[in-house]
């Protein structure tokens, strides 16, 4: 089985940055491409970026892009996004997914997923 574990949420003011971390661990996997994506309170599951091969395969929704950059240790499974000028409209629980094939900018595209880390902004 595989676990991904994420990290960094919190809370921050608009304009503010956080870094948040996932780290894969169980059976030998590596993830063909790992992947946020966020949740608000009453909607549904969005994309937020994707990483994959080496790190240099890299894809963000048009709300993020710019403001959102994700890294990835392919020797520690760990996938790194950096979000800065947050917004209030960036609030939400962010999870960690990762695809052992493929991958893109879906939900069913991936295989494992993370608990979630809430990320609030306040304005």
């Known amino acids: 089985q595989v676990q991904l574990v994420e990290s960094g949420g919190g809370l921050v003011q608009a304009g503010g940055s956080l870094r948040l971390s996932c780290a894969a661990s169980g059976r030998t996997f590596t993830p063909s491409s790992m992947a946020w994506f966020r949740q608000a309170p009453g909607k549904e599951r969005e994309f937020v970026a994707r990483i994959a091969g080496s790190g240099s395969n890299t894809l963000y929704a048009d709300s993020v892009k710019v403001r959102f950059t994700i890294s990835r240790d392919n020797a520690k499974h760990t996938v790194l996004p950096q979000m800065n000028s947050l917004e209030p409209e960036d609030t939400a629980v962010y999870y960690c997914?990762?695809?052992?094939?493929?991958?893109?900018?879906?939900?069913?595209?991936?295989?494992?997923w993370g608990q979630g880390t809430q990320v609030t902004v306040s304005s």
């Open positions: 997914a990762a695809a052992g094939w493929g991958g893109n900018y879906r939900v069913r595209d991936y295989d494992y």
